[in-house]
Structure formats: structure tokens, C-alpha cells
């Protein structure tokens, strides 16, 4: 089924904030916010341009990230000062999108409590599908603003970010990316509803005290205890976010952090969820993906089903990436979203096999395979090889729904 983008004003009473992850109710989007900040912090400076944090590799690195989500989110505020055009700029990346079904752009999105958008701005230029999440008092304004140029969704009063994300899973799908700006991503963090944040920072210092850096700029906004930054949230200092990733692009840093309930484990078993969007489709296996984490919470490495080769399975796909030798895999757990398989049509030697084999400890999944291609009893036969096996049934539903067009509900 396709996006249902034919829309109009939605006029349906939107359900109270979600200030939680929802009890990881598979509607929701995983959300990824991702954001470019000076050494110090800032997200822009306080003159009239836009500034330019990114160099042309880290431009390309978010080019892959769009290429990779449903829908891009930015605030109004950022459409009203850096008219971005929220496309992706690479055409092999949208040929390989519509390849796999999908429309060559993400969907625009952004949110508004005044409805105050210029319809000229790039955000509602044609190419990509357009929606305009908007407070209920100002949708009259907005509609006669923006007429046809985008579907106008009546978000709620005050407007509800838990109804927004719901909504906009159905209308977009499962993966938004928020690229900001500080209000929007403040909003998000401080809400506890982002799954990851990619923070690139550049090698200089805006120190403007015209524009307050994050660590003080005023969030008036906010329910009290107000917070004194954009990247308030609950992941505090007793509460951190999880590390996942340090890389250096061009000149920029990478920092990739996890976040949401539940901890390490929950944010990395979420993140091996994500990776299973990535793998080619097939009528005949599932898309898996597995995330394998050295004994310092340090990711060792990915794979996803069909990553390299045609039979490829996830476990599979990250374990070669480093060689079944490897000292870590003696301290390391294998995040996996379906259970390593215990027995397998493609190839001779299973997943439960390269993990006993690799010395693995610990596995932690989130689906139980279904009988449907193999009867294989993978869990099990971790268990009684001495590798410690840890389910977490509250991810299986996500994991399911992305191989649902080879299994019925409840499978
Ligand atoms: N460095 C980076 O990676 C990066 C990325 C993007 C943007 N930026 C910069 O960030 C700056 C803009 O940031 P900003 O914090 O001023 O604005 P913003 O986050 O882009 O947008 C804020 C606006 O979005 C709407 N909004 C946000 N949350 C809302 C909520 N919960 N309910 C209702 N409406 C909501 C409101 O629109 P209305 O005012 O219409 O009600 C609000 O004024 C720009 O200077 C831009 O250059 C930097």
C-alpha cells in the first residue's frame, strides 16, 4: 500500500503528547536527528546568511542519511530563514529509492504554531510530497496562505509532537529524519521521542553572543523545570545517550549517538532493527540486520541480509567485515533483529554455527523466526552452546513489519 498522501485538513482529534517512546508501538517513526554545530556549539551565527558548517563530504554523508528516511522534518523557522529545498542531491541515490518502490524524495515536513510560510519558499517547490503540520489555531491562516501547495494537517492545541510522528508514520513511513532547526530538535530530545542523533561538528568557534550557543540559549516554551538548552533531554548526565559511532568526515567530526528507553541494549537491538530497512528485497528470505558491540560499548561492526552477497545473512555480513579471529568477539554481544538461524537452505554452515564458532558470549534479538523457510531452533541451540541469549519481544513487532510481506500478524 502506498503513502496515503491525499489529504487535505486531517480533521481528527489528535491523541495527548507522547512524552515516552510509546511503548514501542511500531506506528511511530524511529527518528533521527541529525545537526551541524560548531566547536562550540552553535547552530548558526547571527548574521543574515546561512552558515556553512558542512564541508562537501559531510554534505554527501546527510545526502546517504535522506536517502535512507521517509520523510525530512525541519522547523518553520529554518524554512523561513534557510529556504532549503530538502532534496537529495545525488541521482543514484533517488534511482535506488524508486527501485525499491519508494518515491525518489522524502517527504517535506515541517511544523508550525502560526502558519506564517511563504508558499514561495523552496519547502513547497514540486518533487517531493509536502506536509504542514500546523497548531489548530492557525490553520485558517495557513490554508489561505499555502492553498494547494501542501497537505495541511491540523496538529492539535497546543500541538501534539506524539500525534505529528503518528500521523506522519502512516503518511510517510517508518523513518523521519529531523535536520532542525535548535527549537525543533530541543523539542524532540526534550520529549524523549529521538532514536538517534548524528552530530557533526566543525573544526571552528562562532562565539557570538548574539546567538546564544545551545548550552544557553532560552526555551521559554518548555514545561517547567525549563531547561536552559535546545539539547535538553532526558538523556542527562545520569541518564547518557549511547555512543555509537566517532568518525571523522573531511574536516567535520561525526558523533552518532542512540538514544530512547530501555538503555544500551534497547538502543542497539533498535538500531540492528533499522539496518534490516537497508537490505535489498526478497520473496524467498528475510531482511535481518545485526549490529555486533565490542565489550566497551564500541560497535565493531554492521551487516544487513543481502548486504554483499546474494545469500548473505545480517550475522553473517558483519562477522566477515572482521574475521572470525578477532579478539573482541570473545567479550562482544551480537545484537540481531530475527533470531541467528539454526538452520539454513543457502549456504552450509549456520548463524548460530559463526557465532560459537567466533566465541561470541552474548546474543540479544528481537523476533522469533517463524517456521516459514527453516524449522531451525536458533535460540536454543545458542543456549545450549553456552552463548547467553537475551529476547526482547517488545521490538518484535518492528522487526516483523518489515518482512511483512512475507508473514501474516502475530507470526
Ligand atoms: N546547523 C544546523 O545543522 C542547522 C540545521 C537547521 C537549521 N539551523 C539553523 O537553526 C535556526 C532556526 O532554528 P530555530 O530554533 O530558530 O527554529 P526551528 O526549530 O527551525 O523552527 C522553530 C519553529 O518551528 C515551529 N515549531 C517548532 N516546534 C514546535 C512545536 N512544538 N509546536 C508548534 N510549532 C513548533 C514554530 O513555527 P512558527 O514560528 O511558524 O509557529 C517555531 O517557531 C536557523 O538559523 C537555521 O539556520 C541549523
Redesign the pocket.
Known amino acids: 500500500m502506498g503513502p496515503p498522501w491525499s489529504g487535505g485538513v486531517w480533521g481528527g482529534r489528535p491523541p495527548e503528547a507522547s512524552t515516552a517512546y510509546a511503548g514501542f508501538v511500531p506506528s511511530r517513526p524511529y527518528l533521527l536527528l541529525?545537526?551541524?554545530?560548531s566547536a562550540d556549539g552553535?547552530?548558526?551565527d547571527a548574521s543574515p546568511r546561512?552558515?556553512i558548517?558542512?564541508g562537501p563530504a559531510d554534505l554527501d554523508r546527510v545526502d546517504e542519511v535522506r536517502a535512507g528516511c521517509d520523510a525530512i522534518l525541519?522547523?518553520?523557522?529554518?524554512?523561513?530563514?534557510?529556504n532549503?529545498r530538502l532534496l537529495i542531491r545525488d541521482p543514484r541515490r533517488s534511482a535506488r529509492r524508486t527501485a525499491r518502490g519508494l518515491p525518489p524524495h522524502p517527504a517535506r515536513v515541517?511544523?508550525?504554531?502560526?502558519?506564517?510560510?511563504d508558499p514561495a519558499a523552496r519547502f513547497f517547490a514540486p518533487g517531493a510530497p509536502r506536509l504542514v503540520?500546523c497548531?489548530t489555531p492557525?490553520l485558517a491562516r495557513a490554508r489561505t496562505r499555502l492553498g494547494d501547495s501542501a497537505v495541511l494537517i491540523d496538529?492539535g492545541d497546543?500541538?501534539s509532537?506524539g500525534f505529528m510522528l503518528t500521523d506522519l508514520a502512516e503518511r510517510a513511513g517508518p523513518r523521519a529524519l529531523v535536520?532542525?532547526?535548535?527549537?525543533?530538535?530541543?523539542?524532540f530530545l526534550a520529549a524523549g521521542l529521538a532514536d538517534e542523533l548524528h552530530l557533526?561538528v566543525a573544526p571552528f568557534f562562532v562565539a557570538d553572543p548574539a546567538?546564544p550557543a545551545p548550552a544557553s540559549?532560552p526555551r521559554p516554551?518548555l514545561p517547567n523545570p525549563i531547561p536552559t538548552s535546545?539539547f535538553f533531554s532526558p538523556n542527562n548526565t545520569t541518564s547518557p545517550m549511547t555512543l555509537a559511532g566517532v568518525s571523522r568526515v573531511g574536516e567535520i567530526a561525526l558523533l552518532r549517538y542512540l538514544l530512547g528507553p530501555g538503555g544500551p541494549d534497547h538502543r542497539f537491538l533498535r538500531w540492528a532493527v533499522e539496518l534490516s530497512r537497508l537490505c535489498p528485497p526478497s520473496a524467498t528470505a528475510f531482511s535481518v540486520g545485526a549490529v555486533v558491540v565490542g565489550e566497551d560499548g564500541e560497535v565493531l561492526a554492521t551487516g544487513f541480509s543481502r548486504e554483499q552477497e546474494d545469500h548473505d545473512h545480517a550475522e553473517e555480513a558483519a562477522l566477515r567485515k572482521l574475521g572470525p579471529r578477532d579478539p573482541r568477539l570473545r567479550h562482544a554481544t551480537l545484537y540481531s533483529s530475527l533470531v541467528p538461524c539454526g538452520a539454513r537452505a543457502s549456504r552450509p554452515v549456520t548463524c548460530v554455527q559463526h557465532i560459537v564458532a567466533a566465541g561470541i558470549p552474548r546474543v540479544v534479538f528481537a523476533w522469533r523466526e517463524p517456521a516459514l523457510f527453516t524449522d531451525g531452533q536458533g535460540a536454543e541451540q545458542l543456549l545450549a552452546a553456552g552463548v547467553a541469549v537475551t529476547e526482547v519481544p517488545e521490538l518484535a513487532e518492528r522487526a516483523r513489519a518489515i518482512n511483512a510481506h512475507l508473514v501474516r500478524p502475530g507470526t
Not at 34 to 37: E, G, I, K, L
Not at 74 to 82: C, E, H, K, L, S
Not at 179 to 187: I, N, T
Open positions: 541529525s545537526c551541524a554545530t552553535y547552530l548558526d546561512r552558515l558548517l558542512s525541519v522547523g518553520a523557522q529554518t524554512v523561513r530563514n534557510d532549503p515541517t511544523l508550525t504554531a502560526t502558519g506564517d510560510l503540520y497548531a492557525a496538529a497546543p500541538l509532537l535536520e532542525g532547526g535548535a527549537r525543533v530538535l530541543g523539542d557533526a546567538r540559549a516554551d535546545p
